[in-house]
């Protein structure tokens, strides 16, 4: 377990940052940028969560705990003994969440609008973030190895958002279609 008594240690303060491995690295590196676009896709979810609750709260408390794993990953660079790292197993439970909550929405018959509901708006947003923190995971991905899981878990996190949100537009009724070329109609 984590136990912090102090919050500030000053080390940072010349634009570094301390990893597992005890290297330490820029903060504008690409590792760390992965890791920051994590941290804020993880309180994105964090906000969305004021407006979900039930099932579908349980299961973002559970992403939220997942994406603190990601950022541990991500923050372990090479092949560190017991190193916490994400498994192929938290990307399966995530595609078959997808697959129960699909199931009782009505096809897609357009491209969606983020938006709807509050709640469904806020997971858009945090699905747009998720999408930032993949891309960032993929440019360090580029330059150094990491743990392929971590990649397909922002992957498929994208995807979960994206029919959460849709759930929360009460099953896909409320979703807000766009509607091409539409703005050039309105005089």
Known sequence: ?????????????????????????????????AIGEVDEANSAIGVALLSVEGP??????????????????????GEIEGALRIVPEQVARLEAEIDVMNASLSPLTSFILPGGSAASAHLHLARAIARRAERAAVALAEQEAIN??????????????????????QSGASDVLWVPGGARMVR
């Open 56 to 77: 579908l709260a349980a299961q973002l408390t559970m992403i939220q705990n997942d994406l603190f794993d990601l950022g541990a990953d991500l923050a372990t660079p």
């Open 148 to 169: 392929p899981p971590a990649l397909a878990y922002l992957n498929r996190l994208s995807d979960w958002l994206f029919v959460a949100a849709r759930t929360m537009n």
């Open 1 to 33: 377990m984590v136990k912090l008594t102090k919050i500030y240690t000053r080390t940072g303060d010349e634009g570094t940052t301390g990893l597992v491995d005890g290297s330490r690295r820029s903060k504008a590196e690409p590792r760390m940028v």
